[in-house]
């Protein structure tokens, strides 16, 4: 079990102390490496791929076609099987619809992303989309909530999806409900033949108990990128680089727990940057789940709006729109370059690549042991890969 750093906030009333990525730095070692003879390639279940990446499964930046584009840089495309593909036969006109609705310095209005998600999902739509992806030769991965999970899982399985996605804001080994079956991800996971990715825990005994379900990977974090409102609406604010730390303990834990069951750590939060993408790495993480970085890539069918799949909740949404955003290149420059501007938006895994290298570590293992800093207040990391507290 981690270590607690536990503060007062009031007489018998502690809190603990929580660390964000921006607050970690890494400390590069006295070996360097030459970034051609560096591997960013991870591998979860039987499926590889050349850079950690999964996206959000956000229509704003996953469609069919942008799926594929991911697949096909090295990455991992999610389909959203509640989203604008699985609703309408072509969803280009409801883009057209949210793009117009932006204004320069705003979003669509939240009542207009509501209104195009009211439109029933169509499982003839999911099936179709999930081939679209497969006939590309690329690994196919579909996303469903878990309240909609046992209603979708069996037309998703059907149309021969790789990887099933089961994620939500907050996501707990069981559910528990008076009104009523509860779904049981343990039960449901023994059943199935594909590996799934479970998600998203915020600690320690979260992340534990949905790897003992059986999941392949853990989805850490909330998604709280740049637009969310899960703080003001819910009082839900996860910092993501104690999570990540809390969940790679209970993947090692899991991992001596089991005499050798590896699950992989995917980091989801505010990671907007290539350098956010190296710390969650360094802190941890297996991969890293990006969407809004996504959004300025020429391919992204909503031309540069973003919004998270939450913010469009009929009765609760948690997240806001974007403006729209100018291009800054194709997807493949987006994610491996080269980059034009110096701001760490482009050439994402590329920086990670050189990142790696000036630290001296070879693959994303060995990166994972890399030192780290608490920048500000003078606190240092306590030895390679764990944080303070």
């Not at 980091?267 to 940057?273: D, L, S, V």
């Amino acid at each position: 079990m981690p270590v607690r750093d536990n503060v007062e906030i009031g007489l018998n009333r502690f809190a603990r102390r929580g660390y964000d990525l921006d607050e970690v730095s890494i400390v590069p070692s006295r070996r360097t490496r030459d970034h051609d003879d560096v591997s960013t390639a991870w591998q979860i279940d039987a499926f590889r791929f050349e850079i950690p990446l999964v996206t959000s499964p956000s229509d704003a930046v996953v469609s069919p076609e942008t799926a594929v584009a991911v697949g096909q840089a090295g990455g991992l495309g999610v389909l959203n099987a509640e989203g604008l593909w699985a609703r309408y036969d072509d969803p280009t006109d409801v883009y057209r619809r949210l793009r117009d609705a932006a204004g320069a310095d705003s979003g669509p209005p939240t009542a207009l992303l509501q209104e195009v998600y009211a439109e029933p999902v169509k499982p003839d739509l999911i099936a179709a989309r999930i081939k679209e992806v497969r006939d590309a030769g690329v690994t196919t991965a579909v996303r469903v909530s878990p309240q909609h999970t046992v209603a979708l899982a069996p037309t998703v399985l059907a149309a021969g999806v790789d990887l099933l996605v089961i994620q939500g804001t907050i996501v707990s080994a069981e559910h528990v409900t008076t009104g009523g079956d509860a779904l049981n991800l343990k039960e449901f996971i023994a059943d199935l033949d594909v590996p799934v990715i479970v998600g998203g825990a915020a600690d320690y005994q979260t992340a534990l108990h949905l790897m003992r379900t059986g999941a392949a990977g853990v989805i850490v974090g909330v998604g709280a990128d740049s637009w969310s409102t899960a703080d003001a609406v819910m009082g839900v604010r996860v910092p993501l680089a104690s999570a990540i730390a809390d969940a790679a303990a209970a993947r090692r834990d899991y991992l001596d727990e089991t005499g050798g069951r590896y699950v992989h750590v995917i980091a989801n939060g505010r990671i907007e940057t290539s350098g956010a993408i190296a710390r969650a790495l360094a802190c941890g993480a297996d991969a890293v789940q990006l969407g809004e970085p996504l959004r300025t890539a020429a391919e992204a069918p909503a031309g540069g709006v973003w919004w998270d799949s939450v913010a469009a909740h009929p009765r609760l949404p948690r997240g806001g729109t974007s403006a729209p955003a100018t291009a800054r290149g194709s997807l493949e420059e987006v994610l491996l370059g080269p980059a034009t501007a110096a701001d760490g938006r482009t050439n994402l895994f590329g920086a990670l690549r050189r990142t790696m290298a000036k630290t001296g570590y070879r693959d994303l293992k060995e990166f994972q042991r890399v030192d780290l800093v608490i920048g500000g207040n003078g606190e240092t990391a306590a030895g390679p890969g764990h944080l303070v507290g």
